[in-house]
Structures are given as C-alpha cells and as structure tokens.
C-alpha cells in the first residue's frame, strides 16, 4: 500500500502543512467537503482541529446513503419480501430507515437481503440460481455507475435473465448547484470528491468558479491529501483569487476517465430525483435508459410505494447544504442516534450526523 | 443421494455423516458419544456419563461464564470452532483472575454434518483443552434437520475457581491507571472474513485464537496492582473499552500511534472499510493496572507466546464522562464510541 497511500498518512508531514496552513490563513473560510468520505477521514483523524480557528469545515450531501429517500429503502424492503426475488445491496444501506422498516427488518421478517461488496458478486448469485430474480440495489455516484453498467452490459451479453438493477445512483453537478444556490450559508469553496472526479474528470468545477466565484479543490482521502487541498484553497482564498486545484495528481486526470465516462452514458440518463433533506433536483439521478429496460428493476418488478415526508423536526436538509450543524438540531443525540436514526445524515456512518456522534465536535 | 467420493467410500455413508439418529439419545446417540466424545476428552468425570458432573469448588468462590458459538465458516486460517469454543470460554474465566478448570459442552448439529469433520473439531478441542489444563466433564449433543442449523453450534459453559484474594473489577480503576493491551488487534476477525464466501481474499492472516490462562495468572501473580481484565471479542477493543468506561463511570484516553496492529489487518481493514478498533479477538486481553505495576506486568505478558507485541496503550483519566479518546498520530483527540450494531456478523 506504499506510494498511494502511507507516505500521505506521514504524521510529520501533516504536522507541516497544518502548520502552513495557520500561518498564512487570516480570513474567515467556510469549506464545504461534499463528499462522505472526506467526513469520515476529516472526523476520524482530527483533521478540521489541525487547520486554525478561521477555517471551518463543512459537511455536504455527498453521501449516497444518507441522501436516499425514504421511498427508495421502501421499494428495496418491497423488492426483498417478494417471492423468488433477491435483494443484493451494500452492507451500509441495510440500516437506512424507510417509512416502515429498514432492509435489516425485512430480512429479519423473511425477506432475501444478502450484503455484497460488489455488484458482481450480485451478478454471480444470478447466474447459480437462475430461479430467483437478482435485483441489485445500485446506491453510489459517478464512482460507482460505471461498474453498474459494465454488469448491466455485461448481463446483456451473457443473457442473464434474472437480473436487474434499482438504481439510487445519482451524480453531483446538480447537486452541487443546488447547495451553492441554497439559503445562504457562505460557502467559500469546495473540496472537492477525488474518486468522482476520476470518473467525470474536472470540468464541473470549472463552472462552479467561473460563475460562482467559488474555488474547488479536489482531494484525495488521507490526511496529508486533504490537508494539502486545504492549504491550496487557503492561498486562493487569501489571495481573493477563485480557481480550480489538482490535488490529487496521483489519479485523477481533467478529462475524467473517458471508458467509465462512456459505460455510464450507453446504459444510462439524467433523471429528475428525489435526495433526503434537499428534495428533488432535476437531472439529478441516472435512470436506466430504455434499451436496457430489461435490466431495471423498476420495470421488471411491479414496485408501488408511497411518496413519504421527512420526519418533523429532522433539518438534515440545512446540515446538507451546510446552513446548520447537527447541534442546532432538537433531535441530535436525543430521538435521532445511530440506533434510531431519524434523517439522511444520522442514517449512514459518514453522515455528517452520524460522523459528528461517533467522533465527537 | 449425491453421489460425492467423500461420503461414498467403501465403509457404510452412514458411518460418514451426521443423521437425526446421532441426537436421538438410543444406541446410535451412544455409539457417537463412546467413539468421539469420550475417547477424545476422556476424564474421570466425564467417563461416568452422568446427567451432571460432581465438581470440588474449595472453600471461597467460584466462577462460572457460558458461551455460543456459530462462527461461520468452520474451519478458519489458525483455527476453527471448536478451539474457539474451549479458547472463549477459558478466557472469560482467565480475565476474570480465575483459574479455569471444568468445561461443559454442547453441541447442535446439521443433520448432514461430514462425520471427519466433526471428529476434526472434537479433537481440536480436546487438543486445547489439554493445553489449556481443563477437562470437558458434561456435555449435551442435539442434531436437528436439514437447513435448521447451518453446520454447527456450540455452547460451552465453564467453571474456574477464584484462588486471590481481590476480585478485579471496573469499579477498582482509577485516574492514572494504564491501559494494556497484549497484542495486535483484529486479526481474528479479518481471518473469518477472509475465508468467507464470496470475500476470499489472500491473506498472511491467522486467528490469534488460543488460551490466556498461562499468562494473565503469571501477571497476576507477579504485577500487584491487576485491577480489571477482559477479552475483546465480538465488537474488539473499541467496544471493550467502551464496557470499561461505562461500567467505571471514567474516561479513557489512548493513543493511536500505540496500538498494535498487523500491517496485513489494517491493509485488509482498508480494503474493506473496517476499522481494526472494533474486530474481534480471541486471543487476546486487554488489563488495567496501577502505575506503578505497568512496567511489570508489561514485561511477564511480553515474555509468553501469546503476548509479545503487548503495549500500554493508554490509561483511565479523571474526567467521570464515560467516553473514550483517542489521541490520534496527528496529535489531536477524538472520540471512540461504541458500534451501533454489528460490523461483521457471525465472527465467534
């Protein structure tokens, strides 16, 4: 795991780029980090306590898990209570609380939920049993849609007939305009998802700076990563100079990666979604294009569930688009916990909710 | 009947698996008990198949502790379910500064189990037993259909008896005690996984599971001031820790560049996204000890096989906040909080 990943955990290299970045930060800087991931490794190694009393770190809604609606855990616990069907999903959605019960209790009541690491591993279960339909529930961003098309092309070719594919994916630009354009919290600049942007590359961010004045800075995932991305948004920030960063070289290229880029456009296309705490935002989702209909679940299984509210009281949406922390919310630590969590950023371990429980403020 | 060249051998098949006749209690139930059980963990007590073993518990206290196990799969880099069984139990009476003596064992098995298999786990057992210096003096076997219990349960109770004087407890920590862990953490559980169905992957890594009765008496004896120990299983050593402070009502505070870990396990952990801190282990003990005997304990513990990367980890603070710190490499603290539920499901 050398050169990729331990040099970058080097405490004493960390030690130095924190203490780079307090010495040249002198302005009030709010930085929002979208993605999950940068809150799990931000919390878990005390990095937003390493970086001085001007900056503050913020979460964003780049948590796959945390922004499913309710309506979709709904027809995942349907799809795995029906008869010879098969719900595959990620260990991390099975938690996730839907109007009436989460995946944990419907497998607890009878229904075929497995855990996967992949979605191969789906893939492979239908072909051993070719008498149960296969429906894999597809959680994830621009990360994790190409390899859902690569099966569900891979599927077509091998005529797998009892698989298919519920689609949550859903893809940031959107996203990110409706954070940036919310109820103002001032958000300097975005740190931003590294392993999206392998995939998409970094044209998105380009725009966010030309028309919001926000900088980006993309990121990897250990500390001296984001440390580093830190420190260069810093410098723009100080310098009043909005502008566009490469932080992680190592593997993220400006055009993205163009066969992942071109799996995800021949399966898929943009859908108006429905995202925990924000609402629907148009071409928000990847929707399983027509030519494969025969791979989306929602068309191959009759899948009817009610459109649901957010709990009263819940403010994930302010905590998502970075208005509020989870202090501000009546519920944190009270009726909303990890055991029983009540919205999007408690549901799923790098909510910001959830994120700020376990770690502490 | 599936024609399989490992049930099909020139011997009868039914001499080869388990059926619902083995759990019935007539002759055949009788037949399985002479020629497994017995012969492997013969004993005075045992031989008698009484209902219920006579035991001598001397004058003072005892302890008594149960466990199930339903580790899946069986048989598992550096054990199986049957050295887990024996292993867990002793370990729960060892922590608790007893010495172990009398084990209990019951069994519920799959009709269909591989009868070599299971004469491979009562041998595993009756292997560690031995090592361990307790007897397997009563048992129980139960077989049910087919698909009503995935392979094989184990229950194992024990008991041990209590020969010091002070009984260790959370409620004897005090600010300024440490913190000892002895050994690396997760190992156990990142070798269950790597065998599961549909992981596989290639791994150096063996479960640390084997007996601490040797060991944490001989600190007990030589390191006064021994005041809590206990095993980190199911959860790992974030969630024993947790146990801790929630029971002592203190805080404690460790720290991250000082805990060991294998360097195969955290690449694993990496894989995965699994933290190290809350794998199970079964073969290893976490101990809290006055200051003043830190040095000492730290070196009996590091001079047994079972203990040589042990390292004081942290130590119980003076805040009453029953919460857990980790003072991370970079510097700063955090909070280490208990799991909500389970992280990897079936691990002992």
């Not at chain 1, 970094?202 to 991305?229: H, N, Q, W």
């Not at chain 2, 024990?158 to 260790?168: N, Y």
Request: aromatic share 6%.
């Amino acid at each position: 795991m050398t050169r990729y990943v331990d040099e970058y955990r080097d405490a004493g290299l960390c030690a130095e780029i924190s203490a780079k970045i307090k010495d040249i930060s002198r302005k009030p800087f709010n930085i929002m980090e979208v993605c999950g991931g940068h809150t799990m490794s931000i919390r878990k190694n005390g990095i937003h306590k390493m970086v001085g009393n001007n900056i503050r770190l913020m979460s964003g809604p780049g948590c796959p898990v945390c922004v499913a609606a309710v309506s979709d855990v709904d027809k995942a616990a349907a799809v795995s209570l029906t008869d010879n069907t098969v719900l595959c999903t990620f260990g991390d959605m099975m938690r996730v609380p839907g109007s009436k019960m989460s995946l944990i209790t419907a497998r607890a009541l009878g229904g075929d939920v497995r855990t996967v690491y992949s979605v191969q591993d789906a893939l492979k279960y239908a072909k051993a049993e070719p008498d149960k339909m296969f429906v894999f529930l597809a959680a994830g961003f621009e990360t994790t849609a190409p390899t859902i098309a690569a099966a569900i092309i891979q599927a077509g070719s091998e005529d797998v007939r009892n698989f298919s594919v519920l689609s949550l994916l859903r893809t940031m630009p959107r996203a990110l305009e409706a954070v940036l354009s919310g109820k103002p919290a001032r958000i300097d600049a975005l740190l931003c998802p590294g392993h999206v942007t392998v995939v998409t590359g970094t044209e998105m961010y380009r725009t966010i700076v030309a028309k919001r004045g926000v900088s980006c800075c993309v990121s990897g995932f250990e500390p001296a990563d984001i440390l580093r991305a830190i420190y260069e948004l810093t410098k723009m920030h100080e310098a009043s100079e909005p502008g566009l960063f490469n932080a992680y070289e190592r593997v993220v290229e400006e055009n993205g990666n163009l066969s992942a880029k071109r799996a995800i456009d021949e399966v898929f296309e943009p859908a108006s979604t429905s995202w925990r705490g924000l609402g629907v935002i148009p071409l928000s989702g990847l929707k399983i294009k027509e030519k494969y209909s025969d791979y989306d679940a929602e068309k191959r299984l009759d899948i009817k569930v009610q459109e649901s509210a957010e709990k009263p009281g819940c403010i994930c949406g302010d905590i998502l688009r970075g208005a509020r922390v989870p202090e501000d919310c009546g519920l944190f630590g009270k009726t909303c916990t990890p055991e029983d969590p009540m919205g999007a950023c408690m549901v799923s371990s790098e909510g910001t909710c959830a994120a700020w429980y376990q770690y502490g403020k | 009947m599936k024609k399989n060249n490992r049930y099909y051998t020139r011997e009868r098949v039914e001499k080869n698996i388990i059926t619902l006749e083995h759990g019935s209690g007539g002759k055949i139930s009788h037949r399985l008990i002479r020629d497994m059980f017995l012969r492997y963990f013969s004993n005075g007590m045992l031989n008698r198949e009484e209902d219920s073993a006579v035991i001598d518990v001397p004058g003072g206290k005892a302890a008594f502790t149960t466990d199930t196990f339903v580790v899946k799969p069986i048989f598992f880099p550096g054990g199986d379910i049957g050295k887990l069984a024996v292993c867990g139990t002793v370990n729960d009476l060892a922590v608790k500064g007893a010495v172990p003596k009398y084990l209990s064992c019951g069994f519920v098995i799959e009709e269909g189990f591989p009868g070599e298999e299971l004469e491979r786990i009562v041998r595993s057992m009756a292997e560690w037993a031995g090592k361990a210096g307790v007897s397997i003096v009563t048992g129980d076997t139960k077989v049910v259909g087919r698909g009503e219990a995935d392979g094989m349960f184990i229950n194992t109770s024990g008991v041990g008896v209590l020969e010091s004087g002070d009984i260790l407890g959370a409620e004897r920590t005090e600010p300024g005690d440490k913190v000892i862990v002895t050994g690396t953490i997760g190992d156990h559980g990142i070798a269950v996984l790597s065998k599961r169905k549909g992981l596989d992957f290639e791994s150096d890594i063996y479960s640390d599971c084997a007996p601490l009765n040797g060991m944490l008496s001989d600190v007990m004896k030589n390191a006064d001031g021994v005041k809590f120990m206990r095993d980190p299983t199911r959860g790992g050593l974030g969630t024993t820790l947790n146990e801790l402070a929630g029971s002592s009502g203190k805080g404690i505070i460790i720290e991250e560049k000082d805990i060991p870990v294998k360097e195969a396990v955290r690449s694993a952990c990496d894989l995965l996204g699994l933290d190290p801190m809350y794998i199970a282990n079964e073969g290893k003990a976490v101990l809290v000890v006055s200051p003043e005997s830190a040095v000492k304990a730290l070196e009996v513990i590091r001079r047994h096989e079972y203990g040589k990367d042990a390292n004081v980890i942290g130590q119980i603070t003076g805040e009453d906040n029953r919460k857990v710190c980790l003072r991370t490499r970079y510097g700063v603290t955090r909070i280490v909080d208990m799991l909500t539920g389970e992280q990897l499901p079936r691990i002992c």
